[in-house]
């Protein structure tokens, strides 16, 4: 307990290789893909929970989160430059 309220000591979720777990993010700017690697900027108004991909991975074609390097030559994530702009 902190302050009155439960803080779980461990994550209850589990996700996979380069995988964390967000609770009520827009399905639109929850993840980067290897054909959508930039998140946003209009993101929609819905929440959807689940395990995504962390900073700086991408979710390609098999579902797994890669670096952008392990994204097909072809895709745009392959050689998108992350900028300010780019959500968390």
Same mark, same amino acid.
């Given at each position: ?8 000591? +461990? /994550?209850? /979720? +589990?996700? $996979?290789? @380069? ?5 009520? =993010? #827009?399905? #639109?700017?929850?993840? *980067? !893909?290897?054909?959508?690697? +930039?998140? $946003?900027? *209009?993101? !929609? *108004? &819905?929440? =959807?929970? $689940? ?8 979710? &390609?074609?098999?579902?797994?989160? =890669? !670096? ?5 030559? &072809?895709?745009? *994530?392959?050689?998108?430059?992350? @900028? ?5």
């Amino acid at each position: 307990f902190a302050g009155g309220l439960y803080v779980p000591t +461990r /994550h209850p /979720h +589990r996700c $996979g290789e @380069n995988e964390i777990y967000k609770s009520c =993010v #827009s399905s #639109s700017c929850a993840e *980067a !893909t290897c054909e959508r690697p +930039r998140v $946003g900027p *209009a993101c !929609t *108004a &819905d929440c =959807v929970y $689940g395990c995504f991909c962390q900073r700086g991975y991408y979710r &390609d074609e098999a579902k797994n989160c =890669v !670096t952008k390097q392990e994204c097909p030559e &072809d895709s745009p *994530a392959h050689t998108y430059v992350e @900028n300010d702009y780019a959500l968390e």
